[in-house]
């Protein structure tokens, strides 16, 4: 099938070269060029494990191409909408202008019978209002809302093989193109939910309000823990093995960043309180400020230990180790790593961050932080060294080796992964989000 990718950012450009993997051909539509640029010759603008593999090898079969110009979308039978929906500036509300500008551009374009597929996380009424405009101005063609639920970092294998497909259509038409788009999805048992606009767009964003919930739930605990000296891990085990709750996103410690799950929650509650329901969801405000006191609470740490009773960490070395919102990803977007770096900062502190994939990002967001691509320079002399991002290389450091690097050992295990009596043993003051 003729397919289009507009907007190829973290998820249009991995949609891209999966769909052209798939045996689509396949363009993708960005309006940054240097974006097209890089994509064009096979270098991903931003790192996604297995992303270069697959581009490459779209790029070589010929299926896949890359273009500033909406007008190159013109005879596709689907055109992905991937464009980004960030949070308003002043408010919580997702701004959509990046929709509507590229939803606009892409009107003149539509062939008889084209599906415009949205895949951006858009609040409830998106698709109807854009429906109806193009029932308006292109009513030859169609619109189906099909959000995406691909997780940085393994976004090749979600794209491939998603975990569910959801299809909020008007007609079976709509359904039927992207039953042809998904065909080895489906074809492997995908779980297939075909559904009206409205639900399909709560879908994305319920998603992402329960795994927020989740993370903020056992953040809650972890904050409770550390009041009366229990341990939150083992809590989460505990609770974990009960298969109505399980085990997964009740990792405690600095929270949940993004450029998803926090202007999601940010952007639902918005729109609740625009339809007259906001008291519905009224805890997601709850759920978004035991996150960001998550962070809060690092700095605190870090100023309990280096401080003492003075509490301060100016001029103090402290090692940062992660600026991603996550390991395996360059993302930078609402990171708690970066924010508890930049705090510290900006209380005087010293802080010298790593990071194998996301100092590029940082800098461009934060270029007053000092960043080494290093991590043995980032921990030589550090006072206070502090795991905030849980990339394979931070887990498995040797308290020994490092001991050996740093003017005291003293630690704050921020996602909770190191062992805390190997630490110990190494003679380390140990400390950790929810552990006694
Ligand atoms: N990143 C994820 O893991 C993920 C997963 C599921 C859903 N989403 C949703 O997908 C959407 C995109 O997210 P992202 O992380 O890829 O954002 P992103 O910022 O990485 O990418 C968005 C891209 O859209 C481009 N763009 C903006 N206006 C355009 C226009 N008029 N025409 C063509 N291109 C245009 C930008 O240049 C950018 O490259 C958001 O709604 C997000 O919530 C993201
Ligand atoms: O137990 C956990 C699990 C995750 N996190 C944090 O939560 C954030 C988000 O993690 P994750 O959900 O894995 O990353 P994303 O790539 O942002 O993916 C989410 O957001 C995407 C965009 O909407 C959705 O498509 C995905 O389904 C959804 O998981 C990260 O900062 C993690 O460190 C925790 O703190 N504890």
Redesign the pocket.
């Known amino acids: 099938m003729r397919v289009s990718v507009i907007g190829c950012g973290y998820l249009g450009a991995v949609h891209a070269a999966a769909m052209a993997e798939l045996g689509h051909e396949v363009v993708g539509i960005d309006i940054d060029e240097r974006k097209i640029a890089r994509l064009a010759v096979g270098d991903p603008p931003f790192f996604e494990p297995g992303l270069p593999e697959i581009l490459r090898s779209a790029l070589g079969s010929g299926r896949l191409r890359f273009s500033s110009d909406p007008a190159d979308a013109a005879g596709a039978e689907v055109h992905f909408l991937a464009v980004g929906t960030p949070q308003a500036a002043g408010g919580h509300a997702a701004d959509l202008r990046f929709v509507d500008a590229a939803f606009d551009a892409l009107l003149p374009h539509l062939a008889p019978g084209a599906v415009v597929a949205g895949k951006s ?1 858009v609040p409830v009424g998106t698709a109807e209002r854009l429906a109806d405009r193009l029932a308006e101005v292109a009513p030859h063609a169609t619109l189906a809302w099909n959000p ?6 393994f976004a090749v294998k979600d794209t491939v093989q998603p975990d569910r497909l959801v299809y909020g259509v008007r007609s079976p038409e709509a359904s039927d193109v992207l039953d042809r788009v998904y065909a080895s999805a489906i074809e492997a048992g995908t779980p297939r939910i075909v559904t009206d606009f409205a639900t399909a767009e709560l879908v994305k964003v319920a ?2 309000a329960f ?1 927020a919930t989740k ?1 903020s739930f056992i953040n809650a605990m972890a904050e409770i823990a550390e009041t009366v000296g229990a341990d939150v891990t083992q809590l989460a085990d505990a609770i974990g093995h009960d298969t109505r709750i399980g085990r997964r ?3 405690a ?1 600095v ?7 926090p202007k ?1 929650i940010r952007a639902f509650t918005a729109r609740a309180e625009e339809l007259g329901r906001g008291e519905s969801v009224a805890f997601l405000k709850e759920v978004d400020a035991i996150n960001l006191r998550r962070r809060h609470r690092v700095v605190e740490l870090a100023r309990e230990i280096l401080g003492g009773d003075r509490r301060t960490v100016f001029g103090r070395k402290v090692a940062v180790l992660g600026v991603t ?2 390991p395996d990803s360059d993302d930078v977007r609402d990171s ?1 790593a970066l924010d508890v770096a930049v705090q510290l900062k900006g209380l005087g502190a010293d802080v010298v961050a790593t990071d194998p994939e996301g100092i590029e990002n940082a800098r461009a967001r934060h270029p007053q932080l000092h960043y080494v691509a290093d991590p043995r320079e980032a921990l030589r002399g550090a006072e206070l060294v502090i795991l905030v991002t849980e990339w394979a290389d931070y887990r498995v450091l040797d308290p020994n080796e490092v001991g050996d690097l740093v003017a005291s050992r003293a630690v704050i295990d921020g996602r909770n992964v190191l062992d805390p009596s190997a630490w110990r043993a190494a003679g380390w003051r140990y400390h950790a989000l929810g552990r006694g």
Not at 148 to 153: N, S
Not at 255 to 261: D, E, K, P, Q, T
Request: aromatic share 16%; proline share 4%.
């Open positions: 996380t995406e639920f691909l997780r940085e970092g998603a992402n795994l993370i996103f009740l990792n410690g929270g949940f960043g993004g450029g998803c799950l999601d919102f996550k708690p």
